[in-house]
Every structure is written in structure tokens, then in C-alpha cells.
């Protein structure tokens, strides 16, 4: 029995990210890609023989850094393609993969094929994920499984029967000690009890989560998923890149590949309080305008990007998405109120009352602040509107947006949170009761109730 | 939150009008029909402060009368924009747009102008066209004016090419 004193492993493996560590720690150990590069059965095993154990040591060193972004950018391709010796001598052919950033650089040579075992937060490739899952613990975690228990997430209207395919992946394949799938955005708002604006530790509240390819509002009562009343937005990380790359493109400046819109957006973006007044300071107050210097892999020639207007007018897209896309139109504050309003009469205050940011897209300077305003707004000209048609006094509805610290890795930290506990272990199936009762088993897990 | 619509209030009794285009008092040296503005603030200076953002938005609700010369006005501040280069010096720009201001001019309603469908003038009543047109003329070379020192505020030799990188947005999907 000497997992009892192991710390458990927490693992979010998210459509774009996963992020993988132990529980009771601030932040992930390892966020990469959730991209598992395979050989290709037709191509040749060339590769094998010639790169010698060393130089592999060389070049796999800056792989384990830790990303943050998804998408894989050219500077990765300038390292040479790193080769699997055992594989050529064995005929191993299933060990044969590289998963996250070393995946990504494998893909870009000829015998390696990339693909993206999650998608749309579901995973829909077992195979791929069971090998993505066994380099995890084995070659980034490096810890045995039977000694640890394991938190997973999942995402809301996860079906049942794929939790019963993770539990079968990871007590038979893996043997490990304990499982627990906990739904992502209960963990997100369990993150939140962080922040100082939080008084109950309650697990009612709505999630607005946004990562690299959509957006959700997610309505969470008492630790259960509201599921009839989520809805998506197509409009996230992504999208805020490009707007910026278009916007950079229209300037004519130098350099507008991806990964400079994206180290735009990371560094210089902001949300402001309204559009037409924040072009008016910028013409008052050159200060304003940012540069941005593109360093080159060469590292002889520098290029300047004047960094303008995209700042505020990049983040901008969520609250009017009119500015970048012609398809879709609705605002997210409109989008959280619609939502809300879906959900059960008597839980609507408190979902009100605890919105709950989480995802990298979310970290904007302000963006909780703009949030807050816009729904404040929209929330209580209905009330008005339903004071003055009733002639009764309402009682008012508190707006609440809490934006945390933790919050770009909110559903790990959540997980690391929870995980640490002491009553953790009690609330996860273990290798005896899957054994006894069977896969079925993780149909059902009770939810912390942590006061 | 939608386009921004202007704040000056029309009224119709009030107002000079002609169809349902008001003629807004504006702040200018150039020879026409217009009032002198009363206010540091006029519609022009409206028309400037809302093209950037304006020009992001495809729909906008024509809410009152002042709105279809602030609609005018930043379709006109594009078409400024789309004849300079990064390069263009002050000197030439001030000639380029002189001339584009006094160009011949499709008159919001009359056939060739591209927004007709929001504009409705008394076609038939030729005063009231004529005074449009030089009302126009006279809102024409006055913007033209105040959009070149927004352009070369930070130096006479090129305009500002945050300004120049909007040539190529179309609010309403139109341009003149």
C-alpha cells in the first residue's frame, strides 16, 4: 500500500493542451499539445539507424518546455527530426510515437503522421489516446501507476460509456491505484475559491471557458451540469489570433505570420471599456502604441512591428463579434444572460452571482470587469422592464464575475485543488472495486462537497 | 453592442432639412449653406471619431437623420483614405485631397450614389437638390481638411498608417 502517501496525478487532457501534475501543486507540471505523432506504416524505416543516442538527448531537451499554444509553428520544424533507434531494431512498431511538442517537430519529417486524439473535448481515438496517456505517466510523469491515484477531466455531456473506456484503459492497461473523472468545469469553479471575492465555497455558478478553438457557458448547480441550457460560441483563441494577423496584414507590416499575432495577443492585448473612446486616448497618448520585435531564428536581422489599435480591438470580438466575423453576431455577455435564463428559475442568482472565468482566452486585463458591466447592464434593464410591467419592487440580482490568478490552467488547479484533500481517496473507485464490480462502476462518482 | 450612432439630435421642425437629410451646423471657413456650429463639437469631428470604429460593422440602424450624414461623411473620410499612399507627403495629400472634395459627386439620392435605399430626397424639388449638393460640397471640403491634420499629426512627411490601414474596411459593405 504505498500510494497512501503518494501525492495523485491530475491529467486535463483539453481539445488543444493537456495538462499533466500532481495534486497539491500550483500549477501543471507539463502543458503540450494533445498531438500524438505515429509512424507511418507505409514509409520506410530510414531514419532509425542514423541519429546516434546522443544528439536525441541534445534535441529532445527544449521539447519538454512548457507551451502555450496549440498550434504548431515553423521555428519546431528547423529542428531535425528526431528517430526512435529501438524501434528500427526490434520491429516495435506501436512504440513508435512521440506525443505533444516532440510530435509536433516528428510530424514535420517524412515517416511520422500527426493527429489530435481529442476532439471537440471528446476522445475519438482510443488507441492514440491509450499510447498518448502511456507517455504521459511513463516518460513525462515518470511515476508508476499502481503507486498513484489519478484524476481525469472530462467535458460536460461526456457520455458514460466513454468513462467506462477510460476506466478500462487505465485499471487494466495501466493498473492504476484509483481513478476519479471529475467534469471540467466543476473543477474550474472549484479554482475560483481562490479568489478573495469568494465567500461560500459553493459549486453553483456558470463557467465561461475559453481555449484555443470555442467557447462554452457551462451552468453548474450544486456540482451537477446543467446540460439542456449550455451553449458554445465559435469565437476563441483562435480567432482573436487571426483577427490580429488580418489587422496586422492591412497595416502592411513586416512580419505577419501566426506566431507573431499570437505573441500580439499574449503580451499586448487588452479589453477596454468602450472602443471609440480607447481610439481617442490612443491618438492623445502615443504611448499607447507598442512595438513588438520579431526575433529572427538567424537572430541577424531584427524586425519592429508597430503594435496598435489590435491591442484593445482583438479582445474586442467577444463582446461585439460584428467586428471580425459576418456569421455570427451575438455578444458573450448576451450569450451568459441567454443561458442563464435557461437554466431553472431557482437557481438563476446564484448563477448569476458566481460566473467563473477559466482558459487561457479568458486573460485579457479587464475582460472579467467588461463582462460584468455588459451583463449588469442587459440584467437589470430586464428588470426594470419587468418592475415597471408588474408595478411590484424586484429585489435586484447581484452580477458577479470572478477572475482569479489560477485562471489559464483553471481546470488542473481546480483538479490539484480537490486532489489533495484528504477525503479525496475516499471518493475514487479503486482497482478492487473495478475488479468486483466491473467497468460500470465509473458511471457513477459522488461529488465533493467540500464546506 | 452594435455600430455607434451619432449623437446630434435632428428635429424635423427645427432642423433644416432636406428630405430626410438634416443640415447639421459644421465649423468651417469653406463657403456654403451651412450654419456655423454654436459648439466646439460638430459633425465632422463625429464622423472622424467614429470611422475607426465604425468601419468594423457591416449593419448599422439608421436611427435619426444626422445618422445618414454621419453615414456620409465616413464613407467620404474612405474614399479620402483610399487615394493616398504610405509614402503621400502632406503638401501632395493636401492638393489629392482638394481636388477629390471638389470632384464631381453623386448627390445622396440621385442615381450612382450607392445608398439610396436610405437616403430619400425630393428629386423633383431642384432648390432644395441644389442646396443639398452644396451643403454637401461645403461637408466635403471641411472633412477633408480635418481628416489631413488627424493623418499628419505625428509628422508632415507620410500619414499615419494606423489611419491608412483602414482604406480597405467597407463600412456597410459600401464605399462612394
Redesign the interface.
Known sequence: MSYLNNPAIVMDNGTGLTKLGFAGNDSPSWVFPTAIATAQRSATKSGGSGASSSTMQNQSAPYFGNSTSATSFNSLASAALMSNNLAGKRGTEDLDFYIGNEALSAAQGPSYSLSYPIRHGQVENWDHMERFWENSIFKYLRTEPEDHFFLLTEPPLNPPENREQVAEIFFESFNCAGLYIAVQAVLALAASWTSSKVVDRSLTGTVIDSGDGVTHVIPVAEGYVIGSAIKNIPIAGRDITLFIQSLLRERGEEDTTLRTAERIKQEYCYVCSDIVKEFNKFDRDSEKFAQFIVENTEKTKRKVIDVGYERFLAPEIFFNPEIASSDFLTPLPTVVDQTIQACPIDVRKGLYNNIVLSGGSTMFKDFGRRLQRDLKGLVNNRIALSESLSGTRSTGVDVQVISHRRQRNAVWFGGSLLAQTAEFKGYCHTKKDYEEIGPEIVRNFSLFNMV | ????NSTFAADAQNDRMVGNVVLLPLKTNFRGPAYQANSDYDIIDECL??F??NS????FEVRSSADRVLIYGILFVNECLSQLR?STSYNEALKLLTNVALDDFAVPGTPGFPLNNVYSVPVQNHADMDLLKSYIQQFRQELAMRLLE?LY??SKEKPS??W??????RFMNKSL
Open positions: 453592442m452594435p455600430a455607434y471619431d467614429l475607426r470604429a468594423f460593422f457591416k449593419n504610405p488627424r499629426m505625428e498608417k494606423f491608412l490601414a483602414f482604406t480597405r474596411r
